[in-house]
């Protein structure tokens, strides 16, 4: 699905230059639930951000499903990440003025798919997610763990090809964090392709491989222990 090659990102702050990811080679398998994880400044969400084409490197390849993400011009890229991938963040990155099922519809609409369509996928997405009697409430209205959950419904309404998650657990409770973890697991038996990063070692192991990074550098890849 995803294949990494001579992956490096480099920051530049004035005349200083920070190189975050060194030389990663790296193949993620159709299907695979995999947790990115490492210590603070490790450049987990950073490699997430190349992955998900949120960022582009600074030299290197990925190519997801056979595309080269490389020569892709940003227009192209638009729309790839808006109808093949998906994206949960810690910080739910939800409207506030949108209810949730408005909130996971929009890039239904945004897509080209017409309205009523468009809000019965919704609908559709929040069940699963068992959100049924909350669609129309704004996220002023819901708890940070069922924020996240409307998040999730939102990443997952298209069928994305690719799962991509920031620190999903980062900011709940622990009972909303194992809720949504639940969630990743089911999504995963049904053949989702998930990608997360993470920095708690209990979610890690709930995902297939736990992929460690150090000074930007990929230290060790190992199946969990729920694998």
Not at 12 to 20: A, I, P, S
Not at 22 to 30: H, L, M, S
Not at 171 to 189: Q, V, W
Not at 190 to 215: C, F, N, R, W
Request: charge should be negative.
């Amino acid at each position: 699905m995803i294949e990494v090659k001579n992956l490096y990102k480099t920051f530049k702050n004035g005349q200083v230059e920070t190189t975050v990811l060194k030389d990663i080679d790296f193949k993620i398998e159709e299907g695979e639930f995999i947790a990115i994880m490492g210590r603070s400044g490790a450049g987990k969400s950073t490699f997430m951000y190349q992955l998900s084409l949120l960022d582009e490197p600074t030299r290197g390849q990925i190519t997801i499903d056979g595309i080269r993400t490389d020569t892709m011009s940003n227009e192209a890229k638009t729309l790839f990440r808006l109808s093949r991938l998906g994206y949960v963040f810690q910080d739910y990155a939800l409207i506030p003025e949108l209810t949730a099922a408005e909130n996971v519809a929009l890039p239904l609409l945004m897509q080209g798919m017409p309205t009523k369509k468009a809000f019965e996928t919704a609908k559709k997405a929040l069940n699963t997610v068992g959100l049924k009697d909350h669609m129309n409430q704004l996220p002023s209205q819901l708890s940070g763990g069922e924020q996240q959950r409307v998040s999730i419904s939102r990443a997952i309404a298209h069928n994305p090809d690719i799962l991509f998650a920031d620190e999903p657990t980062a900011n709940l409770d622990n009972e909303s964090s194992r809720t949504i973890m639940g969630i990743f697991k089911e999504l995963h038996k049904q053949g989702q392709t998930i990608i997360m990063v993470t920095h708690e070692p209990e979610y890690g192991e709930m995902a297939e491989k736990i992929v460690t990074l150090d000074d930007g550098q990929i230290v060790k890849v190992k199946k969990s222990a729920s694998a």
